[in-house]
């Protein structure tokens, strides 16, 4: 398939930054945010305050007043947002999009779902999909057909599970990571079950071959596949980790999984709008994913998921069969609802059910307009640049990041660092995170600190701090202002904990 990804635009490399003394001022880092050609997309989110970030009061807010008209602009200097691997910014156009579905509903009521307006250049909400398909297909780098944005990222693995783990006597086991996200981990579990499995006898759970060390090298990962390759069913890996930040091989674990006879899905909740993906091409079985990290859908917004057009044909069934497979049912089984069915018979309330070809034809239920809506400001926003442009400004970026934290400023030594890297050094294995183990104990005071100035980050407890510069609107001024306060924030912590 011809890359989906290619930018339209002139692609752009940046040129390495230096790093001698001068690369750890200020205005260092302004002058390579003045370089950067995606610099404006940052315009397109509302960054909030640093006195938003420790009001208690919505009311009180500049940033809340000025956009209700309230005030003619807001007050006080922008907080450091490197969260976007939790909960992505909110893009400005998205509150401009709520208020056509709000008024659209206001006024049309259910003819919303039908009637085009002239005003503007939006679909009635039935035909929605029309537009969030294509753009989502380009963040993943799938055809059209083989995305849906429906449900939510657990909800979907069940789905997915549903249809492409069926165990037998020879071929029953899934492969996970031992840390996956836990959600992960109770979705497995239960598919097992639900087949009547033990997770003791039939989950098999990769975890780090060195000790000191959170990473899955891909050679690990292939030799386990190969210790038990004639009985595993389904391998599902999440393409980034969301503790240690890894970027996974997909291409290369996914063929080597299939050559055994394994079916290969991937949970993409940290990779999704972080790095150029190609599951059309790398032939992944399937994939789903959220939109409310670096997609920057909102709080909880519906998912998505890939299915590769080879597992969604829809064909005539085998008349007057009664078996239970593909061949006979003309596609494959799945848990299903109607809003998968065929539009032309979708409301004719027939009790047959026939799928939509792709991936469409795995949805339930009608999706939450409000929640496409949400989904769709968002991909407008991406449509903007593309992911390979972001890529290249990403790997920059957090070159640079880590440059702040682990090269020797002038009159720092690195043995006096308490903390350590524990997402992978090479660029190509990670995406827009990097984590930091910090001494133990430290935690807590560090935390405070960076909200105390406002740098919003995430913590995985103990001693981890997840630290993510969104190429779409952070920029370098963000990480050289976190590596400060961090920075700041450890030297205090450990007077404190030595009694200073
Ligand atoms: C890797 C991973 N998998 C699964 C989930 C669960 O997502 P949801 O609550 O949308 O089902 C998350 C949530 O952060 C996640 O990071």
Redesign the pocket.
């Known amino acids: 398939m011809e890359s989906t990804l290619t930018s339209k635009m002139a692609s752009f490399t940046l040129p390495p930054f230096s790093k001698g003394p001068e690369s750890y001022s200020q205005e260092y880092a302004t002058s390579l945010d003045a370089q950067d050609p995606l610099r404006d997309i940052r315009k397109e989110f509302i960054i909030p305050t640093i006195d938003d970030t420790h009001t208690k009061r919505i009311a009180d807010s500049s940033t809340v007043q000025a956009l209700s008209g309230q005030v003619k602009s807001r007050s006080g200097e922008e907080c450091t947002y490197l969260c976007g691997n939790s909960l992505g910014l909110q893009p400005r156009r998205t509150r401009d999009y709520v208020q056509r579905y709000l008024n659209t509903w206001a006024i049309k009521g259910v003819n919303g779902h039908w009637q085009n307006l002239e005003d503007g250049d939006y679909r009635p909400w039935v035909d929605m999909e029309e537009d969030l398909k294509p753009q989502m297909a380009k963040i993943v780098g799938a055809q059209t057909g083989e995305v849906a944005v429906m449900e939510?990222?657990?909800?979907n693995l069940h789905l997915l599970m549903a249809s492409f783990y069926r165990p037998t006597k020879e071929r029953y086991k899934i492969i996970i990571e031992g840390k996956a996200?836990p959600?992960?981990h109770y979705a497995v579990q239960s598919q097992l079950h639900l087949h009547h499995l033990h997770h003791s006898e039939a989950l098999v759970e990769l975890s780090p071959p060195e000790a000191n060390s959170s990473l899955l090298p891909t050679s690990y990962i292939l030799s386990v596949i190969d210790a038990h390759a004639d009985s595993t069913a389904l391998l599902l890996l999440?393409g980034i980790q969301?503790y240690s930040g890894q970027f996974f091989d997909i291409r290369t674990i996914t063929a080597y999984a299939q050559e055994r006879g394994i079916t290969v899905g991937w949970?993409l909740?940290?990779a999704v709008g972080n790095v150029p993906l190609e599951l059309h091409d790398w032939n992944v079985d399937f994939a789903a994913w959220?939109n409310y990290k670096y997609m920057n859908g909102g709080p909880?917004v519906i998912?998505g998921l890939f299915v590769h057009e080879r597992h969604g044909k829809v064909a005539e069934p085998t008349e007057g069969s009664s078996e239970v497979s593909e061949e006979a049912l003309g596609f494959r089984p799945r848990l299903s609802g109607w809003w998968g069915s065929e539009k032309s018979v979708r409301f004719r309330m027939g009790s047959q059910f026939t799928p939509l070809p792709g991936a469409a034809g795995f949805r339930l239920s009608n999706q939450s307009v409000l929640d496409c809506t949400a989904v769709l400001a968002s991909l407008s926003v991406y449509g903007q640049t593309t992911m390979q442009d972001l890529r290249t400004k990403s790997l920059h970026l957090t070159a640079y990041l880590e440059h702040l934290l682990f090269s020797d400023a002038p009159g720092e030594k690195s043995s006096d660092r308490p903390y350590s890297l524990i997402t992978p050094s090479n660029p190509e294995e990670r995406g827009a995170q990097l984590s930091l183990l910090l001494k133990p104990g430290m935690l807590d005071f560090v935390q405070a600190e960076l909200e105390a100035h406002g740098v919003i980050i995430d913590e995985r407890r103990p001693d981890v701090i997840r630290v993510a510069p969104a190429p779409l609107y952070n920029n370098y001024t963000d990480a050289w202002r976190f590596t400060k306060v961090f920075k700041e924030a450890c030297k205090k912590a450990l007077e404190a904990k030595n009694g200073h």
Not at 152 to 155: D, N, P, Y
Request: aromatic fraction near 14%.
């Open positions: 939510t990222l657990t909800a996200f959600s992960d999440p969301y949970d909740a940290h959220c909880g998912g």
